[in-house]
């Protein structure tokens, strides 16, 4: 299948929430749900069936949609295409932390959508396919955290059970560089210099991110060492 089954739109313009709806109807797409705050989105998603979202950055109430997409992906694992009417560096390169499937850039055409749509969902199949059939070898490279989670170098993912732990740019890096020191404290400016290279960034910017992994993966070795750096403990 070209495109996705069930569409969820989140944008806070009636007028563009219409224009996608009939683009996707044309092409015997269903929206699942339209939504314009992140509130009701977050409430409707264990309700509704949803293959991709549809997220316009801007969006009502005070949680944007870069922030809402951060959210969903806490729990749902869906492919997200952005709409923005925003191309400065600074957007993107907040986009860009979270890994999305595509763009769209406002004002669009309906042939543009279609495109974006149809490319990202074949990226989210192929990611999706290929993440369920890798198997650990636990005689390469690969490095043994403890019964549930390995690091494999050599694709820089992390695996959870034998399956692919999906992470943003950030926290892949993160993870790579405590696995290569496992057992070892790394410390602060090392990993602001691994993780933002010539960026000035605060001591805060790499809490918040231990902090997502944490929270993302809670039973995770992850371990702070007061005024020097962090570690992952490796039991096996």
């Known amino acids: 299948m070209d495109l996705p089954e069930n569409v969820m739109i989140v944008e806070d313009e009636v007028i563009t929430q219409r224009h996608l709806q009939d683009i996707l109807s044309q092409h015997k797409v269903n929206v699942s749900g339209c939504f314009d705050n992140a509130a009701d989105t977050l409430a409707a998603l264990n309700d509704i069936e949803c293959s991709m979202i549809l997220m316009d950055i801007n969006i009502k109430g005070p949680v944007d949609g ?3 997409a951060k959210k969903i992906l806490e729990t749902h694992p869906l492919p997200i295409v952005f709409i923005t009417a925003h191309n400065d560096d600074a957007t993107l390169e907040e986009l860009l932390e979270l890994a999305p ?6 004002p669009f055409s309906s042939k543009e959508v279609l495109v974006a749509l149809k490319i990202a969902y074949k990226r989210y199949l192929v990611h999706t396919e290929t993440s369920n059939v890798r198997i650990i070898d636990e005689s390469s490279t690969d490095i043994v955290i403890n019964e549930y989670y390995v690091y494999s170098p050599p ?4 695996y959870y059970d ?3 732990v999906k992470l943003n740019k950030k926290q892949t890096m993160l993870i790579a560089i405590l696995s290569k020191n496992v057992n070892t404290v790394v410390i602060y400016d090392t990993l602001i210099m691994h993780l933002w290279e010539d960026d000035t960034v605060a001591d805060s910017t790499l809490r918040t991110l231990v902090y997502s992994v944490r929270k993302l993966l809670p039973d995770l070795p992850i371990v702070s060492h007061s ?3 962090y570690s992952l403990q490796a039991t096996r």
């Open 66 to 68: 870069i922030q809402l």
């Open 101 to 106: 499937y595509g763009f769209i850039s406002k």
């Open 155 to 158: 694709v820089s993912m992390l």
């Open 162 to 164: 034998r399956q692919v």
């Open 227 to 229: 005024k020097l750096g």
